[in-house]
């Protein structure tokens, strides 16, 4: 995994610093269940707040997270296993946010139906969030 973050960072052309690698890392770990600054925060021992919101800000302007729209109030990311560009990762597919364990994950298979905005109007993100209960709550 820890090759895997520095080849990521540098493909995208961003120097490799401590915690650019680390968040990476950690998004590379999760899968496609999205992390809140908190779910992150808990990693480090000490962290300047300004520095992880900038390095959030710079991997979602690269394309290697997005954020999430799950309705709970928190900003959370998550990552692709394509890195796909930031127009692609939200017109692309959906999110299901569980409500038992509050996780929220990216349904990557499971596209965005097509929509249709009244002449005049112009699209800029789209997102699609299902609720209800995942596989593992539902046991």
């Known amino acids: 995994m820890e090759q895997q973050a520095t080849s990521l ?18 998004f590379l770990a999760s899968g496609s269940t999205a992390l809140s600054n908190a779910d992150i925060e808990q990693h480090f021992e000490r962290l300047d707040r300004t520095t992880l919101y900038r390095t959030l800000r710079t991997l979602e302007q690269k394309g290697i997270i997005h954020q999430v729209v799950d309705n709970s109030g ?11 560009s930031k127009q692609e990762m939200y017109a692309n597919h959906v999110h299901f946010h ?12 499971t596209p965005l139906p097509p929509v249709n905005p009244p002449s005049g109007f112009n699209v800029d993100e789209k ?5 209800g209960t995942c596989s593992i709550c539902a046991e």
């Open 9 to 26: 960072l540098k493909q995208y052309g961003l120097r490799v610093t401590t915690i650019r690698h680390k968040v990476v890392e950690l």
């Open 98 to 109: 569980c409500v038992k364990c509050e996780k929220t994950i990216c349904l990557e298979k």
């Open 127 to 131: 997102h699609l969030l299902l609720t």
């Open 74 to 84: 928190t900003t959370k990311y998550a990552t692709s296993r394509e890195h796909r």
